[in-house]
């Protein structure tokens, strides 16, 4: 099957491919300048034609390729031309690790940068942002294309101007941030982004799966009590498990047992701890909750004293991110820690329909095949397996299932001893950060030196350094799932990355006494020496001795080479990289992902699982079937079980955990869709309030349809005279009532609508004299103020919505509709009495001024 579509796709796209390398041989005679000269050329192709132009593409693509090689000396192969197609026909480019994807995105960026609308690439973290945005600087500089990039410590100030530049690298999470940052500005100069165009996710299954679980949230602070949660803390020590409380690890739920509750009610010395009065059963099932279900080192981890999120599976640790509803302060007040504030949500949305803004996306990873199905559904993106350029010689190893955990770990602590002495690299895969320690602290006692990387974001840099070495003799490194992703292990070690290290000890240490240069004047250097092809700028009129420096760092970048060689034919006779899972992931995707770390570009390597009976896929996911199979196959503890049975009911497990965890994102997006269609209009309302210096229109026609509504309830009530008074008082219109008694519907409606202009008008009239240019201030300000305030309190009602949705949704009626229906009436309500209130608050505005 797969064969069959690697050909295709190769074939698919013969014609094309040939085209971009046939136009790049001619351009390897340009001159830098005549090459520079393509940008405008092609600027001015896609205004008389269009971007979808293959023709275009091919010349753009043809020019990236040549940019490519002059600037890295790298020569772009055919798989990652078609990898470039894919991402330009806005669908997933499955490509393996190593396979040189960073560059690939580099083409499609290109050709869309033309368009000057602004192109996102999106990284999962800060590092690679910078890492790859300084790639990116180097090689456009030879097209005239800017490059931005944005990382938490951008300031607010240089946002805009990094947005502004043709393409910007950025975190999915700034990105989100800011849009919703934006969506709050008082003032359009402080809106930093464009609206939103072309998007290349890179490890597009990280953000778009893994992180797409919780939704992005801009929260104030509302007030707490915290004794609540100290209190209910001490409760909860005092209530014991399958006695007073049963758990439900699984839906990590608690019920409390009618023991429970009247030990509770004892301790607390109330009646009827559900009474709606009484505000205990929240704080108490959340302490329960804390206690049992949220374990230190594995959900969270305590840092600065703060308690911060780990994501289970992946072993990422989600900096600011906080649980909803009460649970955060609930384990914080069970690890004794500073009770923060709870949050009040002020903006929020999910990954999904951020990115679902874009008028057109695509993205990469080595992992997206198996959610190839919510991919479409959700993004409308396919996925395209992109054939590796020579062919993979990984050999993945059929499972170890050993009976317990302490057997698991002491078995991989000794696989790892085997491994080191007889030097083959192992790269080990935890889940936690807990087993990682464990796993650490077993090596130390077998004397196995290693390297312990557990993605924390502190640690980004240093442990993408570790992840670049991690294929060299004798090395063994244990990392979550997270920690140094999007960088490739190179067997060997990379003589590019240890030659900069010597060069820039170098110049630290003998060059830099005269010359006392800055660190990023050595980065510049670096930069420049390294650069086989450098013909763009004169280096030696800044720095003298550059000429000296290359040919010193050639000396080394030689030395490297050869040694890094040896160094790889030595282990590929040992096998290649070798990596060890310790337990299978929520998904198959996550399992593949750790393998694809080994065997990059046809090199040998192999991967195994070692997996037991106690892990947390079998105990939570596994069911009863495990429990007969052990109970059949009478084993004794220190054999692994390699049983087909075994390895069925572990597939079927962990395609549940799949199912599961496919169901939380698609109804977290159906929910999300509801409210997401309702922010984008109160968005769009927004922005074209804030970017319109004359509100009055927006003024009169609130005032008219307040007017219409307001007669509606009036017509149903029978012309009941009360609610014309209201009317007009609302209005605050000085007019004579008796007169409009005698009119009939339409005339009412004409006459009140002419009045509400009037006064407007004389109200408009009176303020330009005090102060010219207030009115339309004023109209502004209110409109804002009342429109935040109005959504602010929406989203608070819509949570509540779907947590009594949950509550009800039993039965035949299906909850989304449901929500669906009450959220478009609350959504209703909240448009009116936004309007009603902006003209109740203009019209009734008395303003003392002083001039
Ligand atoms: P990925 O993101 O697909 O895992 P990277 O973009 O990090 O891969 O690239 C991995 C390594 O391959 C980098 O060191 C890069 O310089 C190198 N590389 C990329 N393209 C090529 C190429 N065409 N020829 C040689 N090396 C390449
Ligand atoms: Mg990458």
Redesign the pocket.
């Known amino acids: 099957m797969i064969k069959l579509f690697q050909y295709n796709s190769r074939f698919q796209y013969k014609e094309t491919i040939q085209k971009i390398n046939s136009r790049r041989n001619e351009l390897q005679n340009y001159t830098d300048t005549l090459l520079k000269k393509q940008t405008e050329k092609l600027q001015n192709r896609i205004k008389e034609s269009n971007i979808k132009d293959v023709n275009i593409m091919i010349e753009a693509f043809a020019t990236m390729k040549e940019a490519i090689f002059r600037s890295?000396g790298?020569?772009?192969?055919d798989v990652?031309l078609i990898g470039s197609i894919t991402l330009n026909s806005g669908n997933i480019a499955e490509?393996?690790?190593?396979?040189?994807?960073?560059?690939v995105a580099l083409l499609p960026a290109y050709l869309h940068s033309l368009t000057n609308k602004g192109v996102h690439i999106i990284t999962v973290n800060d590092y690679l942002a910078a890492r790859d945005s300084e790639l990116a600087k180097k090689i456009f500089a030879y097209l005239n294309i800017n490059i931005g990039v944005i990382t938490q410590t951008t300031t607010n100030e240089k946002r805009k101007k990094e947005y502004q530049n043709h393409i910007t690298y950025i975190t999915n999470s700034e990105l989100g941030f800011d849009y919703l940052k934006d969506n709050m500005a008082i003032h359009k100069n402080n809106i930093a982004q464009r609206k939103f165009y072309y998007a290349i996710i890179?490890e597009v299954d990280s953000i778009l799966i893994d992180e797409a679980r919780t939704p992005l949230i801009i929260s104030g602070t509302a007030k707490i009590q915290k004794n609540f949660y100290q209190d209910a803390c001490k409760i909860s020590n005092n209530l014991r498990k399958d006695k007073d409380y049963s758990v439900d690890e699984k839906s990590k739920s608690i019920i409390l047992t009618n023991n429970g509750i009247s030990r509770c009610e004892e301790i607390l010395q109330i009646d009827n701890l559900y009474d709606i009065r009484s505000p205990w059963i929240k704080y108490i099932i959340n302490a329960l909750k804390a206690k049992e279900l949220f374990i230190q080192n594995r959900d969270y981890i305590i840092k600065d004293n703060k308690i911060t999120i780990v994501d289970e599976f992946t072993g990422r640790i989600m900096i600011g991110r906080r649980w909803s509803e009460g649970l955060h302060q609930a384990v914080e007040a069970k690890e004794n820690v500073n009770i923060e504030a709870e949050n009040k949500v002020l903006a929020s949305i999910t990954y999904q329909n951020l990115f679902l803004l874009y008028n057109k996306l695509s993205g990469m990873t080595?992992t997206a095949k198996t959610e190839e199905a919510e991919f479409i559904n959700i993004y409308k993106m396919n996925v395209i397996n992109i054939p590796t350029n020579k062919k993979c010689l990984r050999k993945d190893l059929a499972d170890l299932v050993y009976k317990n955990e302490y057997i698991k770990w002491q078995a991989i602590a000794t696989e790892c001893l085997d491994m080191y002495t007889i030097g083959r690299p192992t790269l080990i895969g935890t889940t936690s950060i807990k087993q990682s320690e464990l796993l650490s602290s077993m090596l130390t006692e077998l004397k196995v030196p290693h390297n312990l990387l557990n993605a924390k974001p502190e640690n980004v840099t240093k442990e993408s350094n570790i992840i670049l070495e991690a294929g060299r003799y004798q090395t063994i490194t244990i990392a979550t799932n997270m920690a140094g992703r999007?960088?490739?292990i190179?067997l060997g070690g990379?003589p590019k990355n240890l030659a900069a290290k010597e060069i820039e000890k170098y110049i630290k240490n003998k060059y830099n006494k005269r010359n006392n240069l800055s660190n990023t004047q050595i980065k510049t250097i670096i930069n420049y020496v390294q650069s086989s092809n450098n013909h763009l700028e004169n280096m030696q009129d800044t720095f003298k001795n550059v000429k000296h420096l290359t040919l010193i760092y050639n000396n080394i970048q030689t030395k490297y080479n050869r040694k890094c060689k040896i160094e790889k034919e030595q282990i590929l006779k040992l096998g290649g990289l070798y990596v060890i899972g310790t337990e299978r992931h929520e998904s198959r995707r996550i399992d593949n992902q750790l393998r694809g770390r080994s065997g990059r570009q046809g090199d040998r390597g192999a991967s195994r699982f070692f997996l037991s009976l106690q892990d947390n896929l079998f105990r939570v996911f596994g069911g009863n079937r495990i429990e007969t199979v052990i109970n059949k196959l009478n084993i004794d503890n220190n054999t692994p079980i390699e049983s087909i049975l075994l390895t069925k009911s572990l597939n079927s497990a962990q395609k549940k955990v799949e199912a599961y965890f496919y169901d939380i994102r698609k109804q977290l997006f159906e929910y999300d869709e509801v409210i997401h269609s309702q922010r984008k209009a109160i968005y769009n309302e927004r922005k074209k309030i804030l970017n319109c210096a004359f509100n009055r229109d927006c003024i009169m026609e609130y005032g008219e349809q307040t007017i219409q509504e307001m007669l509606n309830i009036y017509n149903q009530d029978n012309k009941e005279i009360y609610n014309l008074e209201k009317i007009i008082k609302l209005l605050n219109l000085k007019i004579n009532k008796q007169e409009m008694y005698k009119m009939n519907e339409k005339e009412v409606k004409t006459y009140l609508n002419e009045q509400f202009r009037i006064s407007y008008d004389m109200k408009e009239m009176y303020l330009e004299q005090l102060r010219p240019g207030l009115i339309r201030q004023l109209e502004k300000y209110y409109l804002l103020q009342q429109i935040d305030k109005a959504w602010q309190e929406h989203i608070d009602k819509m949570n509540l919505l779907k947590e009594y949705i949950g509550w009800r949704s039993y039965g035949q009626q299906d909850p989304v509709l449901e929500y669906k229906n009450e959220a478009f009436n609350l959504f209703i309500n909240m448009i009116t009495y936004i309007r009603q209130t902006v003209i109740y608050l203009i019209m009734r505005s008395r303003l003392i001024v002083d001039i």
């Open positions: 890295t790298l020569t772009l192969f990652q490509m393996k690790t190593g396979e040189g994807k960073t560059l890179d080595g999007g960088t490739d190179i990379n």
